[in-house]
T-cell receptor, first 113, second 111 residues
C-alpha cells in the first residue's frame, strides 16, 4: 500500500464553522506533513510531524491546529477560517523526516464562505 | 531567506519538441528532489539527486544536479501529451531536512 488517503476530497465551510481534515498512511512512514496550495502556486509547507511529534510549524495562524493521534493518522483542525484560507490542502508522508521521497495524498479542496 | 526559483514559469511546446526547466538556489543544496503535478492532481515524486554533477535518466527524462549544487535541470526529450503538468524542484532550506518547493514550471504540450 503506497497510498496517502485524505478525507474529505471537497469541503465548504463558513467562517464560524469548525471542521477537520484527515490523512492516513499505512506505509510505516515516520514523518507526515501538511501543505497548503493556492491555484498556480507551489505547495507551501505548514506543519511537519516527526515520530508523532510536531517538529516544524511554519508560522501558521492558530486557526489551523494539527494533530497526530498515532503514526498512521494526521488531522488538521480548522476553526474561524477566512475566505483567503480557501486552497488545496495536501497531506504527505515520508519514510524519514527529510532526504527521502514524499508521498502525497489527493488533497482536500477547501472553500471558506 | 533561501529560495528556490524555477525558470521558465510557463512553457508551451509542440508535441515532439524538447523541454527543459531550470531550478536555481541562492545557497548550496545538500540534495534536490523533482515532482510532477498533473492539472487537478497532487505532486508525484520523480527523483532525488544528491551528488555534485549527478545525472540521472528516466526514459525520456534527464535530471542533472549542478557541480556547485546550486542548480538543477530537468530535460524532457520528444514531449508527449502525457507530459503535461507542473514540474517542481524541491530542496531543503537552511539547516533543516524539510523540503520546500520551487516556484514550478507549467508545461503545456500542443498535439
Amino acid at each position: 500500500d503506497t497510498e496517502v488517503t485524505q478525507t474529505p476530497k471537497h469541503l465548504v465551510m463558513g467562517m464560524t464553522n469548525k471542521k477537520s481534515l484527515k490523512c492516513e498512511q499505512h506505509m510505516g512512514h515516520r514523518a507526515m506533513y501538511w501543505y497548503k496550495q493556492k491555484a498556480k502556486k507551489p505547495p507551501e509547507l505548514m506543519f511537519v510531524y516527526s515520530y508523532e511529534k510536531l517538529s516544524i510549524n511554519e508560522s501558521v495562524p492558530s486557526r489551523f491546529s494539527p494533530e497526530c493521534p498515532n503514526s498512521s493518522l494526521l488531522n488538521l483542525h480548522l476553526h474561524a477560517l477566512q475566505p483567503e484560507d480557501s486552497a488545496l490542502y495536501l497531506c504527505a508522508s515520508s519514510q524519514d523526516p527529510g532526504y527521502t521521497e514524499a508521498f502525497f495524498g489527493q488533497g482536500t479542496r477547501l472553500t471558506v464562505v | 531567506g533561501q529560495q528556490v526559483m524555477q525558470i521558465p514559469q510557463y512553457q508551451h511546446v509542440q508535441e515532439g519538441e524538447d523541454f527543459t526547466t531550470y531550478c536555481n538556489s541562492s545557497t548550496t543544496l545538500s540534495n534536490i528532489q523533482w515532482y510532477k503535478q498533473r492539472p487537478g492532481g497532487h505532486p508525484v515524486f520523480l527523483i532525488q539527486l544528491v551528488k555534485s554533477g549527478e545525472v540521472k535518466k528516466q526514459k525520456r527524462l534527464t535530471f542533472q544536479f549542478g557541480e556547485a549544487k546550486k542548480n538543477s535541470s530537468l530535460h524532457i526529450t520528444a514531449t508527449q501529451t502525457t507530459d503535461v503538468g507542473t514540474y517542481f524542484c524541491a530542496g531543503p532550506r537552511g539547516t533543516g531536512n524539510q523540503f520546500y518547493f520551487g516556484t514550478g514550471t507549467s508545461l503545456t504540450v500542443i498535439p
